[in-house]
């Protein structure tokens, strides 16, 4: 049987990257190693598509030599963490251990902006920037991926409670343009590498939505796929992020997302690219596309039929 594939941070929720790439490699017929962290119901899911389950760490040493063992091309990918740069580290000291001939990185694409004299407020960005620098001196191949905000944050985390009870999108980015990915083609991008890794060691990649715009234009988008007048309010950074830590959100987090909102205001979201294209022969789902797929979840007499 071939060496299976590595695929980190497979439990995610439906629509997550590692969770959607796992489904799209085992569709290809190829055999699948998928890191979780628990023993759950999605890591029963999982099985049940045909993955091997292996529970892990990224953060323990001995249960990432159990995970890696095996595996000739892997994926790492982690959720946003203060720990992230030692997850990274120590994931990349066992490939190399191992001989992985193929080491595809999850990054951002912020970090294209970013240097040894630049950085931005985010301690998460800092943390991407670290990482990737010691991938790069780690001499393991290496491909990273460089997605900028995802729908599936910004768009569908932090904005349907405005847009169902008020019709607006409030969100802190000012006339800022952004171009906002789909984690579902972030996944057909890092699965592709995964399946023929070998011309792609040593590339970056910056992935995209198919249009930068301001979130006036995307208010409208909004607008047409649901069927409803939807306008864009903006609103002061300060006092959102006082919000998200009220509703419990970690501070590392709410400090990368502030960061973000300050950097989507100065036009630092401003960025398009043809990656997702280019490697998968499909172009990226619009905010338009999205939203329609996802209509429930901005529309109030769904969400109050759920309830």
């Known amino acids: 049987m071939a060496n299976p594939i590595l695929v980190t941070g497979a439990a995610g929720r439906v629509g997550a990257v590692g969770r959607t790439v796992t489904e799209l490699l085992l569709k290809q017929g190829k055999a699948v190693r998928a890191m979780v962290r628990t023993e759950d119901e999605r890591a029963q899911a999982l099985r049940g598509l045909g993955a091997e389950v292996v529970v892990g760490n990224l953060l323990d040493l001995d249960s990432m030599h159990r995970v890696i063992t095996g595996c000739e091309t892997m994926y790492f990918g982690m959720s946003v963490s203060d720990a992230y740069l030692a997850a990274t580290v120590n994931a990349a000291a066992v490939a190399k251990h191992h001989g992985v001939k193929a080491f595809i990185n999850m990054s951002q694409m912020t970090v294209s902006q970013m240097s040894i004299t630049e950085t931005t407020p985010s301690p998460q960005h800092k943390l991407h920037w670290l990482a990737e620098q010691a991938l790069n001196w780690s001499g393991l191949p290496v491909v990273h991926v460089r997605p900028t905000v995802f729908l599936e944050g910004f768009f569908l985390t932090l904005t349907p409670d405005s847009v169902r009870e008020s019709n607006q999108i409030r969100l802190p980015f000012g006339e800022g343009k952004t171009s906002p990915v789909a984690a579902e083609d972030v996944a057909r991008v890092i699965a592709a590498l995964l399946a023929n890794p070998q011309p792609h060691i040593g590339k970056i990649y910056h992935l995209t939505g198919p249009q930068s715009e301001n979130m006036h ?22 006092p959102w992020r006082d919000e998200l830590l009220k509703r419990g959100f970690p501070v590392h987090l709410v400090n990368h997302l502030a960061a973000m909102g300050d950097l989507h205001r100065a036009g630092r979201f401003n960025r398009t690219s043809d990656d997702v294209l280019a490697l998968t022969g499909q172009r990226p789902l619009s905010v338009q596309e999205f939203v329609r797929m996802n ?3 901005f529309t109030a007499a769904a969400k109050a039929k759920e309830a």
């Open 295 to 297: 209509a429930a979840a």
């Open 217 to 238: 234009f995307f208010a409208r988008e909004y607008s047409k796929a649901l069927g409803r007048t939807i306008t864009f309010q903006d609103i002061p950074v300060e």
